[in-house]
């Protein structure tokens, strides 16, 4: 028998109960165990269900158990995440998380005290969802120098999005339909923000270099701002917009941010829509490569919480070293990533126009039709040079960065 | 110092060299091992090459080397690669192959022995070249009860394809601009009558049955049929023609082909193009997913025989259960599976559009401008109940199984 312990019986933790269940059989096959859920923490009771007696009100009582083999944490936040996850390592317990924040936040030392106590701390899940892009940065693609990871990594924004683009819809009319859907929650902001996407990216980019990429020296911009004629001309250009969590590594220094960006159809992230993820990958050998799937929602997060639980039994008695050490990975300021621009002008004095093209000798124009505006696109250019030419010249609507070959 | 022994130093042995040597900082980090290649076989002799003191032309020099920890196959072919293979699992030596063939047709076999002599015979490059299906197929979806695995298994074909859906070239001519780019072989039948592929979807069926499915039973159509009058039908329609390797699991059965197939714009693999491949899994809990990326090349196959060398070396005193075994998987026959059909008619006699509408009540109909001929677009039906129709009705010019949802 292997026990498991879930911390938080929400919409992931009772997925997790429910896979366990729909494919124990399958479990049993594949990995020589009969895993089971033996206790539950929640503040709820769940009475009549029929995980009640297996409810717990004290993480003590998980921690102390010493027929509990793993712990699988699906709270979320930090605290006291960080606090149950701790306690579960040093009781020499393997933990399973499907919490970013927690992940963003306390990586480096929790795998540390993993290695102390020859257990292992897995986070498959929390970076998109049921895509396997922890197990395949960190196994497959092991002898890779990274290039360049870039994600639509929320699945929620990627909605509203495509909403968007899709039946012309304002952002406020997405959003309310995105959370009639159960797509967003009430508070948006940690979505629609692009603080989600900033942690997921920054677990990423961690992995990537072996160091520790601190997410809140990750420049994040939302997509709140992005308009309905923002998505006129990216139609009119070919082009749509994603909510990108991007990271390049070059020379030691990673470059990363997380904004709305214009991207084209070569692009291998610009088919995926509505609620998918998907996460791109370029190596030094493996050229480019994608991986495209749910990133969210209770049974594909489940299945990867799953997928660490069979990773734990197959290597109970050994720590699998994930190659991600306590050392500061150095940040670049966005002020130095360089980009090609869209930027939209009021008016259009020929005059004005004249200016912009003078300044941004490689753009392209955009005019769309009964519009007083006009839009450029840029070369590539360093953002500090873009930011200053655009003070230079005055009368910006706003700007946005684009994934254009 | 980890000494690899090379079998085979054409394309993707030269790359395992290349990525063995660029990246070997790198693999030491991961890895704490020196990886080095100890020894080549080929026939040939690389005079003035930096490798030519590596090279043995008789395999005993490898096999009764006791230094030698893992042997890399990137030989071809089932015979010698198959002798070789089982002499240096049985020696007690690791090997890592990017070989279809011999996996296909030896692959349980090979795990056997390997299991016997707790050494690993890991695959990851013989399906898909730098997408890690292997393993993620294995263990990070090993919790999942598959529903389907599809995919653009062959970069040749589809860059064909690719060709002839963007410019309109005949599949010649395509054929021909693939062969001078190095894309197609002088010999092209492997790939554009899709046994390749056949030999790739056998295994990543086995995989997720975890039992052999017999490439032989799956019954497999190459592209040389497809003409420029299908793409116009298939432009017309918004759909594009790819050839997919394609397996369902259905209360224990196994449902497989190779076939070009149209496939509509909604689907996860139509924007897989030129010489990229692309997989779709479909798991019980985990919803859809894809993996894109170089199926082929040299240095992204070779990335992915690099990332089996480094799963070795983690388990060097272990044997990896793949949870693949030696027994029997049923393979329905094809005239048993069930498919949208795209059906082209000579003429365009309205009574015989009648008696074919009548035939195929919910079929659509399609009408080319200026061609003494129609098409139609059948519901799903098994095949052999379409082909008995088809076969009622006569005047058939061709059909191809569409993926239409």
Known sequence: MFNVAILGFGTVGSGVYEVIKENNALLKQKTGEDIAVKKILDIRDFPDSEWE?????????????????????????????????????????????????????????????????????????????????????????????????TGILNGTTNYILTKMDAEGED????????QELGYAERNPEADVQGHDTCRKIAILASLATGKEVNFEEIYTEGITKIDTTDFEYAKYMKLSIKLFGDSKFEDGMVYAFVAPVMVERDHPLYMVNDVFNGIMVEGNMLGKSMLYGSGAGKLPTASA????????????????????VNEKQAVADMSETSHKYFVRFKGKDTQFINKCKETFKDAKEVYLDGKDEFALVTGLMKE???LMDLNNLGSVIKYIRTKIA
Request: charged residues 25%; proline residues 2%; aromatic residues 8%.
């Open 171 to 178: 952002f406020e009319k997405a959003l309310s339909t995105a």
């Open 53 to 149: 007696s297996l409810v717990v009100h004290d993480i003590k009582e998980i921690i102390e158990d010493n027929d509990i083999d793993a712990v699988v944490e699906t709270m979320g936040g930090t605290s006291p995440a960080f606090e149950f996850v701790r306690d579960a390592l040093l009781s020499g317990k393997h933990v399973t998380t499907s919490n970013k924040a927690l992940v963003a936040a306390h990586g480096t030392e929790l795998l540390k005290i993993a290695k102390e106590k020859n257990v292992n701390f897995f986070f498959e899940a929390s970076v998109g969802g049921g895509i396997p892009i922890i197990r395949t940065l960190t196994e497959s693609y092991a002898g890779e120098h990274f290039k360049e990871i």
């Open 305 to 324: 919480v799953v997928a660490d639980i069979i990773a734990i039994t197959k290597n109970k008695d050994k720590n699998i070293p994930f190659g991600w």
């Open 384 to 386: 500090k040079d873009f």
